[in-house]
């Protein structure tokens, strides 16, 4: 049999760019975060203070990260017609409950994407995962540099 090619619909592409849009804003926030509490950080004189400031920064940046996808999906599903969430998103809180479950690699399974939408599920699944395991390493050098001064 000879191999059959099958080119990406125009909403795979269309996916695709969404999907590198919120990637790029995604990460981009992470690091300037990470930036900014790194700056902060040093300006401690408490441990307590520098840590408390550090896991409440961070967990501020993954609630904006899970915000940005929400939205994502939100025009994906309304305005670029990219596929559904089912049972249907009633508001735009359904789509940052599932974008949290996704972000976290959670997912209960209670909503579940169709069509080209499920390249953006899947990317930010696996960014979400990379932004936590980020977000640990940062903790683990502030803490560490923390230790050191003792």
Known sequence: MAAQNHPMS????LSLALLTALVAVAVVLHYEGLILLARRFRRFTSHRLALLTTMFGL??????EIWV?????WFGIHTLGL????PELVDYLDAVYFSAMVYT?????DLVPSGALRLIVSGEALLGLSLITWSASFTF??????WRDD
């Open 105 to 109: 690699t959670v997912g209960f399974g």
């Open 69 to 73: 996808f929400a939205g994502g999906y």
């Open 10 to 13: 125009s909403t795979s592409l």
């Open 141 to 146: 050098l502030q803490m560490q540099s923390l």
């Open 59 to 64: 967990l501020a940046l993954h609630v904006i």
């Open 83 to 86: 596929g559904a969430i089912t």
